[in-house]
Every structure is written in structure tokens, then in C-alpha cells.
């Protein structure tokens, strides 16, 4: 358990976990929160390369999208109740 708001993740940390989840690197931004809108990151994300939006995601840990679930065999980023269910098994 890990509060990222007071601990925000490293770029390195966010790095290994981007990799680990196949997914695209937007799906690590909390889009729908107050400090993804104030920066106006929808504008901005597709001019900012790969290594620029990590180290955004990793200087403040509201820009994430949570609740992650962080596992050597998994990386969840986001509440999908049923993906949830299956990697929890």
C-alpha cells in the first residue's frame, strides 16, 4: 500500500511499469482529475515525447490514474472489476 499523492512514484518506477503493462502511456494519466485539466494535458500529451510524460506523471502523483495494483506478475492501472478479478485469482 503506497499513498502516491504524499510519494509519488520515480520516473524508473513508472518506466518498469509502463513497460510491464502493455499498455499506451495515457492510460497512466487520471484524465478526468483537476490537475490533467489545469496543465491542459489533453492539448498537450501527444506533443510530449515518451520520457517527458513520465517525468510529468512522476512529479505529481495526482496526474495517475488509480488505483494501481503493482505485483511482479501484474500491473493494473484503473478499476476494471473484472480484470481486477481475473489477475487476483
Known amino acids: 500500500m503506497r499513498d502516491i ?3 509519488n512514484p520515480s520516473a524508473a518506477e513508472l518506466k518498469e511499469w509502463f513497460s ?3 499498455l499506451p502511456l495515457k492510460k497512466f494519466f487520471n484524465t478526468s482529475g ?3 485539466k489545469a496543465l491542459s ?3 498537450r500529451l ?3 515525447s515518451e520520457e517527458e ?3 510529468l ?3 505529481d502523483g495526482m496526474l495517475l490514474k488509480r488505483p494501481l495494483l503493482i505485483t511482479p506478475e501484474t500491473v493494473l492501472v484503473g478499476f476494471n472489476e473484472k480484470q481486477w478479478a481475473e489477475r487476483l485469482k
Do not use: N, T
Open 20 to 22: 510491464r503493462s502493455g
Open 5 to 7: 499523492k504524499g510519494e
Open 34 to 36: 483537476l490537475a490533467y
Open 41 to 43: 494535458l489533453k492539448e
Open 53 to 55: 510524460q513520465i517525468e
Open 57 to 59: 506523471l512522476a512529479s
Open 46 to 48: 501527444p506533443e510530449m
